[in-house]
């Protein structure tokens, strides 16, 4: 009986003492956060593509993993990215090889547009609060898209920033170049800065992408993900200020009875206004228009409504 008793207690201790034993796995992301340190320029870019300047001759950062379509593995194409900067903008470089460069898929389309191309993506969290920020995309044929981040894994690309990219396709694979400056970004002063930052390439002839950072499929988050990227420092918000004024003339010249006391044949028009936007603060934007000309917005496109409730 005392060994049944004792055998009983062992079933019960025994893997309480194994799992006593055990590593656990930690889910704080920041143990494993990769580190991007970014250099401080020395003397101009050009932004053109051609990766001739010397900041990006340096060793670059090629830790990518394969997302789509084999989460995990090695991508099937090597990628190299630089990161500098200087007094008013941050830069960012990337080298992708390609084995085929003729079988890299080159289209070009309207302002984010959703296009079968190859890309190469870049999200900076300039707030640093792990919540939100800013993208920018290039696709191999120089078309851009670029949008907001917010709630850690939600974007909007309703927002376009003023930001210069360019890229080439050569022997090796394509080249791209990105410009972005401090004015499109989002951070208050300090002394020293460490921000969000992340990579994506696709390849869509492999139905391929290869991310820095890795969120695994069963896993939730993105920006609370990105990589630190350090060696910022000295460098200060500018003043946000944005104005874009217009200018409309018009002029008609109608056939008019003789003795027409209201129509003379030759009537002019014009019309004056603007759009404004001021920073008055790094998480405060005002806008204000002045006389907006509505024919400019963005609900020019018509729509087609079939259906018994009002557009």
Known sequence: MRRLRLFFVLFLVAPCLARSGDTPRSTDTTLARPVIEAGRLLSPIAVDGNLSEREWQRPGYTRFTQKDPKEGSEPSQRTEVWVAYDDAAL?????????????????????????????????????????????????????????????????????????????????RGWTVEMRIPYSQLRFPKQEAYTWGINFIRSIPRNQERDDFVLVPRK????????????????????????????????????????????????????NVGGDLKLGLGNNLTLSATINPDFGQVEVDPAVVNLTQFET
């Open 91 to 171: 830069y960012v470089a990337a080298r992708l090889y390609d084995s085929h460069p003729d079988s890299i898929i080159s289209r070009i389309g309207r302002r984010d547009a959703d296009l079968n191309s190859d890309w190469f993506y870049v999200g900076i969290d300039s707030y640093h609060d792990r919540r939100s920020g800013y993208y920018f995309s290039v696709y191999a044929g120089g078309s851009v898209s670029d949008g907001t981040m917010f709630n850690d894994d939600w974007d909007d690309n309703t927002w376009d920033g003023v930001w210069d990219a360019a890229t080439k396709i050569d022997d």
């Open 219 to 270: 896993e939730s988050g993105w920006v609370s993900r990105f990589a630190d990227l350090t060696g910022l420092s000295n460098i200060n918000p500018p003043q946000k200020l944005e104005i874009l004024p217009y200018v409309v003339s018009s002029g008609k010249f109608l056939q008019h009875a003789p003795g027409d006391p209201f129509v003379s044949g030759h009537d002019f028009g014009q």
